[in-house]
């Protein structure tokens, strides 16, 4: 293995003899949590583990993933900008994971790598442990990009009244329209697309939405995908407005708290996504014994 894809950031499974070697890979990596995450659930569940992070070229995820596997590794957890390499990278893909049309947990299981999306579920049950109900609100998912794509379909499940893709340009948002149509069908919800310019104009967005969630890259910039005029046609006091971004108050939730909505940050999706992975990886009799929930107030504190 190259250094920089693994040894400088203590990865090689080689190094940590009657443990169990898992790492989350991404570019940059310094900046994450999950190692700090998987920690809390191997001491929670008492699990023999190590977690560490591996930061592979940008066009270099493959050869980094088959060195950790090759060399003993167990599992992966995947975040920008590999996610679409990392579906490549899997022999075999979950539904969710063909549906989301990215990876972001990888595993190996009788020398085949699998690979499934847990963003989806982590965004669900983050709102559901805040007291969100999901069931016949009205929802706007902002931006139609990989991170909308992966929380669709668990969305969807919980049967919104209508859940609307807004999107600069309207080409994306109509494409995961037609890809995610028949499940809304099943689950006889309303599913639109519009622009963001779309929810400026009273007639087009006529109702604001119970659930704001900005899925776009927006907040890491301090930037905001709503206009002004935007925001008071979608925010009414007890909209409850999600930034997927978390570690501040993006310019985005800024607006919702100025129209009376509630707020939250995305740490609580990425504590609740990690929950999955650690339970596909170390076996879902372990789910018992992990409190998502205390690893978010540790983190939070």
Known sequence: MTSNTSLDLHTDPKLFVGKDVYAVAGNPISHSKSPVIHQYFAEQAQQAMHYGRLQPELDDFAKAARSFFAAGGK????????????????????????????????WIEDGKIYGDNTD???????????????????????????????????????????????????????????????????????????????????????????????????GLTDESPLSELAVTQV????????????????????????????????????VEQAADAFLLWRGLELASKIDPRAVLAKLRS
């Open 235 to 270: 925010f009414k006091p007890g909209s409850f407005a999600y930034d997927m971004v978390y570690g501040k108050t993006t310019a985005f939730m800024k607006q919702a708290l100025q129209r009376g909505a509630r707020i939250s940050d995305g740490l609580g999706m990425l």
């Open 120 to 218: 989806g579920a982590g965004l669900v049950r983050d709102l559901l442990a805040q007291g969100i109900d999901i069931h016949a609100s009205r929802i706007l998912l902002l931006g139609a990009g990989g991170a909308s794509r992966g929380v669709i379909s668990p969305l969807l499940e919980h049967s919104p009244k209508c859940l609307v893709i807004a999107n600069r340009s309207t080409a994306k948002a109509d494409e995961l329209v037609k890809l995610f149509a028949d499940l809304a069908a099943c689950k006889e919800v309303a599913l639109e697309s519009r622009t963001l310019a779309d929810l400026e104009n009273s007639q087009k967005t006529p109702h604001a939405f119970d659930l704001v969630i900005n899925a776009t890259a927006a």
């Open 75 to 106: 599992g992966m957890n995947v975040t920008v900008p590999f996610k679409l390499d990392a579906q490549v990278f899997a022999d075999q893909l979950t539904n969710r994971a063909q549906l989301a049309g990215a990876v972001n947990t990888l």
